[in-house]
């Protein structure tokens, strides 16, 4: 497999509603049939496509994609979060630790755990968040 990897986010409540797949029905997509929208507690520039939305648990697959040098502050969500980077540089920042992810890699954070992302580098940055349960953002204060 190239470094492309295939699985993500993040962000918008509402707009996730009603994009549930059927039990059974395959799927298949690319970037260039997504249908990108931006989300609505980000600044602009921020956009997301939803993949899928687990009809049981309303955890959520989707595509993300931040422009360069776009950040997102301090948040949590109630439940596990998963980013898979396909492209681009991106900067995420949990507790103490800081590492800048790129295409292949991923990271997992715990459901509570205060995390923040940043692109780095001169490209937007495109990762795919996977949730285990319905989708929130909390900001955090500093």
């Known amino acids: 497999m190239k470094r492309t990897a295939a699985l993500a986010l993040l962000f918008v409540g509402a707009l996730w509603a009603g994009a549930q797949t059927p039990a059974g029905q395959v799927v298949f997509g690319s970037p260039a049939e997504s249908d990108w929208r931006p989300p609505s507690n980000l600044p ?71 995390h923040a992302l940043t692109v780095k580098g001169w490209g937007k940055a495109v990762f795919m968040a996977v949730t285990d349960g319905p989708y929130d953002l909390k900001p955090v204060s500093p």
């Open 44 to 114: 602009p520039g921020a956009e997301y496509h939803l993949v899928r939305e687990d009809p049981v648990s309303h955890g959520i697959q989707a595509l993300v994609r931040f422009p360069s040098g776009f950040s997102v502050p301090a948040h949590s969500h109630s439940c596990a979060e998963t980013l898979v980077i396909m492209k681009g540089r991106l900067e995420v920042s949990a507790g103490a630790t800081t590492r800048t992810l790129s295409s292949g890699d991923y990271v997992v954070l715990p459901a509570g755990t205060a």
